[in-house]
């Protein structure tokens, strides 16, 4: 059985840090392209970031407002995808989800996908 379980959130104040992790179990990180998303309250779901694999290299894709402040990583041991969160401002408050692609894609264009797979979600709250 194919599943993703998404912990680490939680309430921070701005400038604060979290760290999310993604446990999957029924498949292999290494061979997906995993991303994290988030939804605001009254906003589409966006991108954050992702990652894939590929000849043993990691490449990784940020959207803009996270850029040098989040930093998606693997542990293929425990084949968990993290999102750590650093400089977190009000405007990163919303439910953030993972999510899991099979295949090889162009990272770029990770955000606009049909995921496999998704997380159950986890609350990310910062306060002002």
């Known amino acids: 059985d194919v599943q993703l379980q998404a912990s680490g959130g939680g309430l921070v104040q701005a400038g604060g840090s979290l760290r999310l992790a993604c446990a999957a179990s029924?498949?292999?990180?290494?061979?997906?392209?995993v991303a994290w998303f988030r939804q605001a309250p009254g906003k589409q779901r966006e991108g954050v970031a992702c990652?894939?694999?590929?000849?043993?290299?990691?490449?990784?894709h940020y959207a803009d407002p996270v850029k040098g402040r989040f930093t998606i990583s693997t542990d293929s041991a425990k084949n968990r995808v993290y999102l750590q969160m650093n400089s977190l401002n009000p405007e990163d408050t919303a439910v953030y989800y993972c999510?899991?692609?099979?295949?090889?894609?162009?990272?770029?264009?990770?955000?606009?996908?049909?995921?496999?797979?998704w997380g159950q979600g986890t609350l990310v709250t910062v306060s002002s």
């Open positions: 990652m894939t694999t590929r000849d043993g290299s990691r490449y990784t």
């Open positions: 999510a899991a692609l099979e295949g090889i894609y162009t990272i770029e264009f990770c955000s606009i996908y049909e995921y496999d797979y």
């Open positions: 029924g498949f292999t990180f290494d061979d997906y392209l």
